[in-house]
């Protein structure tokens, strides 16, 4: 099963897509080359390639069913996006809305939208393209996004396609610092990967979770957690937010499900010295 009930909140994995990404020097300029060879039994084949020499990723929603709402966090790439820079994500036609229809949700179900932040990976599928248009997949839906990444980038990208029309909608909603969600879900800063960076701890009976966006990218961070993907804006901000939320983490016994990491997916962590190391993957088939 893709679905997981921590306290009182079932969790279920949507995947839109995964496999291999980019080399490992072009991904994570500041990793050492050798520690890739040292850890391929860790890695291989779920987060590099036997062959490929890639690294290997996911793009996959987190599905949360809590206090009588449904809450997707993250919406990954989405179809038919004019992404040029992007030839993998570039007019995608994926069954998304398909894999989301069989985990029991509709569009008109969605209660919340989460976007960790607002980066072209994380907001695709807030907008469809309805007769010209991009209209709010989720109607009924209220998006929570940071205010500090709301910031126009270049016209004809992500931001003009899947977040102002959200905004036009009436149906943004935007944070800074904290947001509480529910009794079982809390918003949290976690700036870096971008200014507005955000996680969502869960807290639910004996049961902790981290939906840790973009914190990490693969598990070859938690044993160096000093070390960046090419994509994170502030290089210290990321470090700081990577360590003191691992580090929480693994002093609480919480399970950490990012956005992009493949095979499991998620994993508890335990204290390594200095850095971190996988205690326990998560009980999701892997991809």
């Not at 944070?175 to 639910?204: C, F, M, Q």
Request: hydrophobic share 40%.
């Amino acid at each position: 099963m893709h679905e997981i009930k921590l306290g009182d909140v079932i969790v279920t994995r949507v995947e839109e897509m995964h496999g291999p990404i980019m080399a490992p020097s072009a991904f994570f300029p500041e990793l050492p080359a050798d520690a890739w060879q040292e850890h391929r039994d860790l890695l291989v084949p779920d987060h590099l390639g036997a062959d490929d020499d890639r690294v290997h990723a996911a793009m996959q929603t987190w599905v949360l069913r809590s206090e009588g709402r449904t809450i997707l966090v993250d919406t990954g790439v989405g179809n038919d996006k004019t992404r040029p820079s992007v030839p993998m994500w570039d007019h995608l036609d994926r069954d998304f809305l398909d894999r989301l229809a069989a985990a029991g949700v509709r569009p008109e179900d969605v209660d919340l939208v989460v976007n960790t932040h607002l980066h072209a990976d994380h907001v695709g599928w807030n907008t469809r393209l309805v007769d010209g248009q991009w209209v709010p997949t989720f109607p009924n839906a209220t998006y929570v996004m940071p205010r500090a990444d709301y910031q126009p980038r270049t016209p004809g990208d992500a931001f003009s396609d899947s977040v102002v029309p959200v905004h036009e909608s009436g149906q943004a909603q935007f944070w800074e610092d904290t947001y509480v969600i529910d009794a079982n879900l809390r918003l949290e800063a976690a700036p870096g990967h971008t200014p507005g960076s955000g996680v969502i701890k869960l807290s639910s009976g004996g049961d902790r979770a981290l939906f840790a966006g973009d914190l990490l990218h693969t598990p070859l961070q938690l044993l160096h957690p000093e070390h960046n993907s090419c994509f994170c804006e502030d290089p210290a901000e990321a470090r700081a937010s990577r360590r003191r939320l691992l580090g929480w983490a693994a002093d609480s016994g919480a399970l950490v499900l990012p956005a992009h990491i493949s095979g499991h997916s998620a994993f508890e962590v335990t204290h390594r010295g200095a850095a971190f190391a996988v205690k326990q993957w998560a009980s999701f088939p892997r991809y």
